[in-house]
T-cell receptor, first 116, second 114 residues
Framework: DGGITQSPKYLFRKEGQNVTLSCEQN?????MYWYRQDPGQGLRLIYY???????QKGDIAEGYSVSREKKESFPLTVTSAQKNPTAFYLC???????????????FGAGSRLTVL | GENVEQHPSTLSVQEGDSAVIKCTYS??????FPWYKQELGKRPQLIID?????GEKKDQRIAVTLNKTAKHFSLHITETQPEDSAVYFC?????????????FGQGTILTVHP
């Protein structure tokens, strides 16, 4: 899957529960990203990390949390504070800047979260 | 922040025709403009990108043009084929260490009829 593995592929959650989505990459990329996609819409940035032990909020960070303890891993926790969490979540990574060409941002296969 | 508008939201063409999708952006600092193709239930795949020091880039049947003055860029697909049917997204970022911080358009559903 292009070196980025997301799990689980499908996840169901009851209201009030926290869930954690896994993202692992073996591409030796420094930067990693979490995007959210809602039906019929483009992707929106949740959180990103450009280096281990550091991360920044994106455009829609409320109700989400992340950690970056290892270069290879960037898990996303969807907390009970996220009011509308049902969506398709995509993790991505990017090689160090300066960039040499195509495939700047490589996406994982995604995790589809449904709140019951 | 950046805002990217994409048109049309749906586009239907006959096989062999050309397809054009247009995007406008608001932040004059943006200098990297990728296009992604997403098939149903799959991850977005980069199909072509352009940086602000270039006005046009072509890769076989796909081309992208950029007008920095007007803040718009377009995707051109020639000789369309049924396998081109998908959702296409444009995006923009300010480059440098922010290459991955993309602002996406709303997407265009392209349908190519045999």
């Amino acid at each position: 899957d292009g070196g980025i593995t997301q799990s689980p592929k499908y996840l169901f959650r009851k209201e009030g529960q926290n869930v954690t989505l896994s993202c692992e990459q073996n591409l030796n990329h420094d930067a990693m990203y979490w995007y959210r996609q809602d039906p019929g819409q483009g992707l929106r940035l949740i959180y990103y990390s450009q280096i281990v032990n550091d991360f920044q909020k994106g455009d829609i960070a409320e109700g989400y949390s992340v950690s970056r303890e290892k270069k290879e891993s960037f898990p996303l926790t969807v907390t009970s504070a996220q009011k509308n969490p049902t969506a398709f979540y995509l993790c991505a990574s990017m090689p160090p800047w300066p960039l040499s060409g195509a495939n700047v941002l490589t996406f994982g296969a995604g995790s589809r979260l449904t709140v019951l | 922040g950046e805002n990217v508008e994409q048109h049309p939201s749906t586009l239907s063409v006959q096989e062999g025709d050309s397809a054009v999708i247009k995007c406008t952006y608001s932040d004059s600092a943006s200098n990297y403009f990728p296009w992604y193709k997403q098939e149903l239930g799959k991850r977005p795949q980069l199909i072509i990108d352009i940086r602000s020091n270039v006005g046009e880039k072509k890769d076989q049947r796909i081309a992208v043009t950029l007008n920095k003055t007007a803040k718009h860029f377009s995707l051109h697909i020639t000789e369309t084929q049924p396998e081109d049917s998908a959702v296409y997204f444009c995006a923009a970022s300010s480059g440098g260490t922010s290459y991955g911080k993309l602002t996406f358009g709303q997407g265009t559903i392209l349908t190519v009829h045999p």
